[in-house]
């Protein structure tokens, strides 16, 4: 299994700690978050590791390099202007496999991967999103999902029926992002257009996500590395 960590975003909500320091290197019981995400992928079977990066990726290409993983990790960096989530996969176009694993960089998913990988592998759709029954309850719903079967994804537009949330870790063909022309995009607009076109497989999952995107985040992700580990 091939996954891309999409870690390049600008981690406005947390300044002015992200001023000086990139999202994935704050620091949780005394190690940075994308430690946590890697030591993890390591038991999960994963066999290569993209990086996607843009804002202070050089401290996160620093500390990765000073570090010992059992998997390949390369990296692909935004450039002068931040690409979106979209984009940056599509800039890596070039060291990706025919399929492969999606997660952020601020995410922490406690599940199995590999099921979710295998029942794509069976699939003949485009993509898989991993969903969660949210009812509203970690963030605004955004899928409507009704009989084993998304009906749509929409990250901007709330409908009453959105009961289910993206977890954070996605499938993709590459062939999607051959046959997208541009260069900025979010990756919420290729769910939808997949979801639309009913090329959009979904894996169910019970475990809540965790996420350091915001203050209380961080805090229930210190929780459960406390409970988890201690």
């Known amino acids: 299994m091939q996954i891309i960590i999409l870690a390049g975003g600008l981690a406005k ?4 700690i992200t ?27 994963v ?39 979209g984009g940056a996969i599509k800039k890596a176009i070039n060291l990706l496999d025919d399929e492969f694993l999606v997660m952020y960089g601020d995410s922490f ?30 963030d605004k719903s955004n899928v409507v999902f009704k009989k084993n079967k998304i009906e749509l994804y929409d990250k901007l537009n709330y409908r009453n029926d959105m009961n289910y949330i993206d977890y954070g870790l996605s499938v993709f063909k590459k062939k999607v992002f ?14 939808k257009k997949l979801s639309l076109l009913n090329e959009l497989d979904s894996f169910c999952v019970e475990s809540r996500f965790y996420e350091i995107g915001s203050k209380k985040g961080i805090e229930d992700f210190e929780k459960f590395i406390h409970e988890t580990y201690n």
């Open 178 to 191: 051959l046959n997208i022309d541009e260069k900025n995009f979010d990756l919420a607009i290729t769910f």
């Open 13 to 16: 909500r947390l300044r002015p």
């Open 109 to 138: 998913l406690p599940i199995d991967f590999y099921p979710v990988f295998d029942k794509f592998a069976k699939s003949t759709k485009s993509a898989l999103m991993t969903l969660i029954k949210n009812n509203n309850k970690w």
């Open 19 to 45: 001023k000086t320091t990139p999202k994935a290197l704050i620091n949780i019981k005394s190690l940075p978050f994308i430690e946590y995400q890697l030591r993890y992928l390591e038991n999960q079977g």
């Open 47 to 85: 066999s290569s590791v993209i990086l996607c990066l843009g804002y202070l990726g050089e401290k996160i290409i620093k500390y990765i390099s000073s570090q010992n993983y059992n998997f390949e990790i390369k990296f692909s960096h935004d450039g002068k202007e931040l690409l979106g989530t």
